[in-house]
Structures are given as C-alpha cells and as structure tokens.
C-alpha cells in the first residue's frame, strides 16, 4: 500500500502520532473488534490484561520470533493466572489483517484508543504485563551459563530449517551476531518504542485513576514487569516517547 499521506491524530489522553491516512479505515475496524473480543471475555468475568512485548526487529531481533515469543509468553501469563479466570490481549495475534504495512505511529494510535478505553480510564482493562529478560530468557531455554553460545546454536538451527529465516540472513536482515547480542543482552520492553508509549500509556491510565473518585489509588491498573509487579513509585514515573509524536511539516 503505498502511503498518500500522514496526518497528527491524537487519542483521549493526548498521545498524539503521526498516522499514515491510508490505514484510518482499517485501525477503526480493528478498535471495534478488538474492543468486542475484550467484551466477550469481560462477559465471562475474567480479569483482561494487556502484553507489551517488542514486536518490531529493530536492534537485531526478528519479527516472526518475536511474534512467537508474545504468543508463548502471552500462553504463560494465561495459565499463571488460569485461563478461565484472565485473558491477556497480545497485539502480536490481534493486529488486524488490514493493517499489513503499518508503521509502528499507525499501530500505536490504534492500541492507544483501545488501552484507554472509551472514557480514557483504561475501564477495559486490569492489568498490564510487560515483557522482560525472563520471558524471552524462558522462550530459547536459556539457563545463565552460556547462554550467548545457546543463542548462536539456536540461530544456527533455526536457518539450517527454516526458509524464510534463511533468507533473511541472506539479505543481511538478520545477522548472527546482532540476533545473538539482541536477545541475549537486550531483548526486552526497555528496548522497544512501542513498548515505551505503552509504559507511558499506562500511567497516564493511573493517574487519571488516582484522580477519579470512583477508582482511586487503590483501583489503579496493576503492572507487571519481566513477571513481578512493579514497586510503587514506578506507577508514577515516565519513560522517553517512542513512536508517540506529531508531524513534522
């Protein structure tokens, strides 16, 4: 889809991106389907938690392993919790079929209006669950000794079987070594630009919460990272912008 033209949009809470206007009609569709997929679940009484995990390559990571890393950890978050009683959004899975060729500004506007929720208190949801050294440490089976060579190991299977990683090492989008330091020293949400408007998302959320009669402190989104709840005053502090930003004309 080539791109016509991009366009500042900006959601409930003031996070403001640059959209490409091409993907306006297809990030709406999605913001009503998921925000059904959630009711449903709701219905059931589950408590709704969303995955912030790195999606994009950026930093020498793929991004089909990383979809398999937020679906095995999202599969790991589920059964800690128990499946009949929580249910966790991963936008690995749920990123909309429309949305092929998106940028991460185009998917952040659409995740935003969906964690904010129709009055921007994140009504719709519980908990958030960021993903950390531990989840994908979990995932290649890493054990804190040698874990670098496990990695080039893994690497080195995983293009012996299959082709299209195969060819992405080919074209030099994937290299051994940047695989092998990305997911041994940095894989993880402090990595990740969307993950960065998510933690800051997720604030926003909170404080508008402790401010709010009928949520207060004490019904604020519980937040979870690399698998341990976050200590109290980290519910309070920012992190830098990732894709969030205006348009620069």
């Not at 009949?84 to 899975?93: H, R, V």
């Not at 299959?162 to 992405?168: G, I, L, Q, R, V």
């Not at 990305?182 to 408007?197: I, T, W």
Request: with cysteine; aromatic share 12%; hydrophobic share 40%.
């Amino acid at each position: 889809m080539a791109a016509s033209s991009t366009v500042t949009l900006c959601t409930r809470l003031d996070f403001c991106y640059c959209v490409n206007s091409d993907y306006r009609d297809a990030i709406d569709a999605n913001v009503a389907r998921v925000r059904g997929l959630i009711a449903g679940h709701k219905a059931q009484g589950k408590a709704i938690g969303y995955l912030s995990v790195p999606l994009s390559p950026a930093g020498g990571g793929s991004f089909a392993v990383n979809a398999e890393i937020a679906a095995a950890t999202a599969s790991s978050v589920t059964a800690r919790l128990g499946a009949q009683s929580a249910w966790i959004l991963n936008p690995g899975a749920e990123g909309g079929d429309r949305m092929n060729g998106a940028g991460g500004a185009d998917f952040m506007y659409m995740w935003t209006q969906i964690l904010e929720g129709r009055n921007g208190a994140g009504e719709d949801f519980d908990f958030f669950y960021f993903a950390g050294p531990s989840d994908f440490a979990s995932f290649f089976k890493l054990t804190g000794q040698g874990d670098l060579e496990r990695l080039e190991a893994w690497f080195d299977a995983r293009a012996a079987q299959d082709p299209s990683f195969m060819t992405a090492v080919d074209n030099g989008s994937i290299t051994r070594a940047g695989f092998r330091n990305y997911y041994g020293l940095r894989a993880s949400v402090a990595f990740s630009y969307g993950s960065h408007d998510d933690w800051n998302i997720a604030r926003a959320i909170n404080a508008r919460r402790r401010g709010a009669a009928d949520f207060g402190i004490a019904n604020q989104l519980a937040i979870f990272f690399d698998g341990h709840p976050v200590t109290p005053g980290s519910y309070e502090e920012p992190t830098a912008a990732g894709d969030a930003g205006r348009c620069v004309k």
